[in-house]
């Protein structure tokens, strides 16, 4: 798990295609299979999931949330949840209170706004996972897609 942001989304090269990476691993942790524990608030506040802010434990599924909210970010150019007030900005998280206004959304296709909806579930246990969200029709819509998609990792550091 790692705290999650658009600025932390780099890519390889500027060529069409190019690889994207992961960058920024400081408040990292790596957890094996579905290990959750309660590992503290670590993170920008917006990209924070709900059972980070209600303290429960956490796991995988935070990744997906904050995924959620950069998806979101990417299609409209603003986050799914705001406000000056952090308070009133955890209360928004925590209810899930988001929406798809007019005029941004207008053209934004119902399967993107579905795949946003199943990484923005509160619930961590009905959160769609990462496998899944690979293979989400707005994601793979041609068949063979998911074929050319490369997960790596290393563990490199500077």
């Given at each position: 798990m790692?705290?999650?942001?658009?600025?932390n989304l780099l890519l390889a090269s500027k060529c069409k295609g190019a690889a994207v990476k992961l960058a920024d691993f400081g408040l990292a942790i790596e957890v094996q299979g579905e290990q959750q524990a309660w590992f503290g608030f670590a993170?920008?506040?917006g990209y924070l999931s709900p059972e980070v802010l209600r303290k429960d434990?956490?796991?995988?599924?935070?990744?997906i949330w904050a995924c959620g909210v950069i998806l979101y970010i990417l299609l409209v150019g603003y986050p799914p949840f705001w406000d000056e007030d952090q308070h009133k900005?955890?209360?928004?998280i925590k209810a899930g209170a988001y929406d798809f206004p007019s005029p941004e959304w207008d053209t934004v296709t119902p399967e993107a706004k579905n795949l946003i909806n199943?990484?923005?579930?509160?619930?961590?246990?009905?959160r769609i996972t990462a496998d899944q969200a690979?293979?989400?029709?707005?994601?793979?819509?041609?068949?063979?897609?998911?074929?050319?998609?490369?997960?790596e990792t290393s563990h490199e550091t500077s």
């Open positions: 790692l705290p999650m942001q658009p600025e993170g920008t506040p434990p956490y796991g995988k599924p935070v990744d900005l955890y209360q928004q199943q990484m923005l579930t509160i619930n961590p246990a009905k690979l293979k989400h029709p707005w994601v793979c819509p041609m068949t063979g897609f998911d074929d050319r998609i490369k997960v």
